[in-house]
């Protein structure tokens, strides 16, 4: 029963990810989103849910793993019914945010709930692999889920179906769960890291977003820049000089394979994120697929990154995690090449089929190679904190690269509507934002090269309980601190 109820959590989490992509036509037709302001249905998730991650682990250490595993279920659920009932854009974009929060306090409690409830190895193993497979299914579960109720009822189900899961969660797990702590040393929580980091790429976003209406020489698109520029700043100042327990201390970032990792999995980010929204918008703008037809359109391409995911974590441990970084975002970038020549009479299986499953196979593959890399030089206390920094970077580059190309992909539509139909425009601004996108993945192989070569150092394969979780790309939220 703790078992399921940590993957409960974990697998609400991963669907909602995956859900919101197939309704977003839906959304933007009824609550009146601008062309670029949709992708704040995403990202409002997303960075709230980056820029809390690692606090959100520590919490669970100081104030108890079962306090915060009902805390983080709670929050999110309760935002599931805003987003669910929300009367405007606006509304939903801000309780997308909170939802995200909850996600970042439930996400790696799950882990730490099975880490700590399964303690021989044996088990440990087939608990996490249980765990790893609720994370998976929960991708292609959603892609599914989102289709029927979009299509079948409307965009709102696909938050409200969380209440009663939600509800349920919350009461089996303050049945069967015991509460449990770390001995930290410190028993600070670095809150201002966290809010300064998540409204310096919330400001970036936006003034980037802003340049659709107002270019880069207006005050209203460089202000939200230059504060971007200060409050990153000053979250360096606080990691460095003031907090007692830094959600990111910043000595961990000499590792090389870390930083490898970090930035290969930013590039990683920064093209997919992108990848996803603009296939399900040219699927339903443009191809006029139903949102069903397009959620099972995703299904290959859920079931080819768990593959890939499989592959690449029986593989990187004999090879080391270099030369499959390299491999993937080289595929990656090929194929979403590939994808970029989208027109308005193409089809599914004669314009995206190919690409999407080529696409999908690099990016399971670029997982557990990151997560190996990030913990080939750390210290088997630190492979908590390693992994969720890689985990935050790629949410982080996904929202910056989301913005970039989703302004890309209006400023070429918008150029092109007066002299072609409205579907020739769309299909054109999707095609280049993708195009762009492989150029971004290029540098997921690019990074790999800053990494070590060789196979993982031993520090990594004594941290091996969470490496063999690394194909859910989640942190265990083990601090330095030796808990």
């Not at 995403?42 to 805390?71: H, K, P, Q």
């Not at 190679?369 to 908590?384: H, L």
Request: charged share 10%; net charge positive; with cysteine.
């Amino acid at each position: 029963m703790i078992l399921a109820i940590a993957c409960l959590g974990q697998f609400m989490v991963i669907l909602d990810v995956a859900i919101v992509n197939v309704a977003l036509p839906s959304m933007r037709q009824e609550l009146h989103f601008s062309t670029t302001g949709l992708q704040w249905v995403v990202n409002a998730y997303t960075l709230a849910f980056a820029g809390f991650l690692l606090l959100g682990g520590r919490t669970a250490d100081l104030f108890g793993r079962r306090r915060m595993f009902l805390v983080g279920l709670g929050v999110f659920t309760a935002a599931s019914m805003v987003c669910g009932l929300a009367p405007n854009a606006a509304s939903l974009i801000g309780a997308r945010a909170v939802q995200g929060m909850g996600a970042a306090i439930l996400s790696p409690v799950t882990l730490t709930i099975v880490t700590m409830t399964f303690v021989e190895p044996r088990e440990r193993s087939r608990a996490l692999g249980v765990w790893s497979a609720a994370l998976a299914s929960g991708g292609a579960v959603g892609v599914l889920l989102g289709g029927i109720l979009t299509d079948l009822f409307s965009w709102r189900w696909i938050f409200l179906v969380n209440i009663p899961v939600g509800i349920a969660g919350i009461v089996i797990g303050r049945m069967v769960l015991r509460e449990s702590r770390a001995d930290l040393r410190s028993t600070s929580l670095d809150v201002a890291g966290a809010l300064s980091i998540t409204a310096a790429l919330s400001a970036l976003v936006f003034g980037i977003v802003e340049t659709t209406t107002h270019g880069w020489s207006s005050p209203l698109t460089l202000g939200p820049i230059v504060a971007a520029v200060v409050l990153g700043a000053l979250f360096v100042v606080i990691e460095a000089r003031l907090a007692t327990a830094p959600i990111v201390p910043l000595g961990i970032l000499r590792s090389r394979a870390l930083m490898g990792a970090n930035i290969s999995m930013a590039c990683v980010g920064g093209s997919m994120f992108a990848m996803w929204y603009f296939v399900s918008l040219y699927l339903q703008e443009v191809l006029a697929m139903s949102p069903l037809d397009a959620g099972l359109a995703f299904i290959p391409a859920a079931l080819a990154i768990v593959a890939g995911s499989q592959f690449a974590g029986r593989v990187v441990p004999r090879t080391g995690p270099r030369s499959m970084l390299v491999g993937a975002g080289l595929v990656i970038s090929a194929s979403l090449f590939w994808m970029s020549h989208l027109s308005a009479d193409g089809s599914y299986f004669g314009d995206l089929f190919g690409p999407l499953i080529l696409v999908s196979l690099g990016l399971g593959c670029s997982f557990p190679p990151g997560v190996f890399a990030a913990m080939s030089s750390v210290r088997p206390t630190e492979a908590g904190l390693a992994s969720g920094l890689v985990n935050s970077s790629r949410q982080i580059g996904g929202a910056i690269g989301l913005a970039v190309l989703a302004t890309v992909a209006a400023h070429r539509t918008g150029a092109l509507r007066v002299g072609e139909s409205n579907a020739a425009a769309l299909a054109d601004g999707y095609g280049r934002a993708i195009a762009i996108g492989s150029i971004v993945a290029l540098g997921t192989a690019a990074a790999a090269f800053i990494i070590p070569g060789g196979r993982p150092h031993t520090a990594a394969r004594s941290a091996a309980p969470v490496v063999e979780a690394a194909d859910s790309h989640k942190p265990n939220p083990r601090s330095d601190n030796g808990d």
